[in-house]
């Protein structure tokens, strides 16, 4: 990643394609089975980005990724000409130059040359397809987070191009996350050490992957991603809206399935960030937890905000900030430390009540990524939003999911949910949400809460 200005983050897109090069055929060289063995692979890339390309595929200026922030110019002016509550029915995301329409936007703009040279908008996923296959499209997953899908009908919005005044002759072609895409291009195939044979699915999202990958595909269940930052994503069997925007509505990987998702407060990050300037060097997370764990719910009134980055919940709002509230000299570093876990997990109750505003009615969550490890994390979420927390035995899913789109490409006429069971498993033990700990939790929230709007409400 680079960062050319304050707010700017790109990446050169051949990286990818190096990376997946290096790792495949290490992989491949491990391989105690001839390279036919491998008979297909597929993606669960980046969102919210977009590579700017010409008609063969080739990148004609860095990729501008999803943590980019330039593009708020060309929010604004989109903002003149629609509102945030019509642009959220007509796309399912919001009005926020976080997507990938924006970013397209700013290129026109700024870089004119450069846009007038594009023959194809491709997001991260769509660009390294294009290289490993030759094929251009993009799936309903990746599509949406341009924000220029219709949510509904899974085609490209024309009401959303006429006031992006972009044409469709710019954008991929539309198929779901598990079309077969083709074999892999002689090329790829050599660059990687696979069969020339060898098949690929066209792949989605990383939050849809890591969610297919977790097992989370029954209306209802809800996948929990923690790691840096925490999205959150729940399954639906029809596009649902939330009243207040807290959470979008996405395609799932699954064709005949969404998503309300929240892309992600910053959490395993905060966590990071308190070791890394306040510990020992070396320091691990299990001391860190071991010294929350002696405190008791609620951290005995410390509130920790986490918002480092800006808030997406209780609401979305860049310019919050992180804090920490109510400390006294009584209060140790593990009350902090407490705090710090139990923020997160009030954040995640804030979207759990979203989602069921929306519709939805919460079965259960799925948590999977690094803090899922943690047991008292865990103890700590279900308590807090009162359902029951499983974790899946591989905590990294994003590549499990990838590789069910793959397994799915090449099994014509199988139930997409039965292979998809066959790569998942689970630990034995959920969680489950004790009622005397979960009222002292209801106390501690709305404290919670009320620390939020005194800093930050209207």
């Known amino acids: ?25 290490r992989l491949m060289t491990g391989l105690d089975a001839p390279r036919t063995a491998v008979q297909a692979l597929s993606f669960g890339s980046q969102l919210d980005g977009v590579v700017m390309c010409s008609a063969d595929g080739a990148a004609l200026r860095p990729a501008i990724t999803w943590l980019d922030r330039r593009a708020t110019a060309e929010a604004t002016l989109v903002a003149s000409r629609i509102s945030d509550e019509d642009f959220y029915r007509a796309s399912g995301v919001n009005l926020d130059s976080s997507h990938g329409v924006f970013k397209a936007l700013w290129v026109r703009s ?8 594009t023959q194809v908008i491709l997001t991260p996923g769509s660009y390294v397809l294009r290289h490993a296959t030759g094929e251009i499209a993009v799936d309903h997953s990746n599509a949406s987070s341009l924000g220029l899908l219709d949510p509904c ?7 959303l191009l006429d006031l992006a005044e972009l044409d469709e002759e710019l954008l991929p072609l539309l198929v779901p996350a598990t079309a077969d895409a083709g ?31 977790a097992g989370v595909h029954e209306v209802g269940e809800i996948c929990d991603i ?4 925490e999205p959150v994503c729940a399954v639906s069997s029809e596009p649902l809206f939330d009243a207040r925007r807290l959470v979008e509505c996405h395609p799932h990987a699954l064709p005949g399935l969404w998503l309300l998702e929240n892309p992600g407060f910053v959490s395993g990050g905060n966590l990071r960030w308190w070791r890394d300037h306040f510990f020992p060097a070396g320091t691990d997370y299990d001391a860190l937890v071991a010294e929350a764990d002696e405190v008791p719910p609620g951290a005995d009134g410390v509130v920790f905000l986490p918002c480092m980055q800006g808030a997406m919940a209780p609401e979305w709002n860049e310019h919050a900030r992180g804090a920490f509230l109510g400390l006294t000299l009584a209060h140790s570093r ?48 279900a308590d807090v939003v009162g359902l029951p927390v499983r974790v899946t035995a591989d905590l990294e899913t994003t590549a499990t999911g990838a590789a069910i789109l793959a397994a799915i ?20 033990d959920e969680e489950q949400p004790d009622p005397t700990r979960g009222r002292r939790y209801d106390a501690a929230y709305e404290t919670y809460r009320g620390c939020y709007e005194a800093l930050y409400g209207d």
């Open 110 to 117: 700024e870089e004119r040359a450069t846009f007038d040279a």
């Open 153 to 159: 009908e899974l085609t490209w919005s024309q009401e």
């Open 226 to 229: 923690t790691g840096t930052a």
């Open 409 to 428: 490409a090449i099994e014509p006429g199988a139930r997409a949910e039965d292979v998809a069971e066959r790569f998942v498993a689970y630990e034995p």
């Open 183 to 213: 074999p892999v291009t002689p090329q790829f195939a050599e660059a990687c050490g696979l069969d020339p044979g060898t098949r690929v699915a066209c792949g989605c999202g990383d939050e849809m992957a890591a969610t297919l990958g």
């Open 334 to 381: 593990g009350h902090m430390t407490r705090a710090i876990l139990e923020g997160s997990a009030f954040a995640l109750r804030d979207i759990v009540g979203a989602i069921r505003d929306a519709g939805l009615e919460a079965r259960r969550i799925t948590a999977v990524g690094g803090g899922a490890r943690s047991q008292l994390w865990r103890r700590i979420k």
């Open 1 to 25: 990643m680079s960062f050319p200005r304050p707010g700017w983050a790109e990446q050169d897109p051949q990286l990818w394609l190096n990376a997946i090069a290096t790792t495949v055929r």
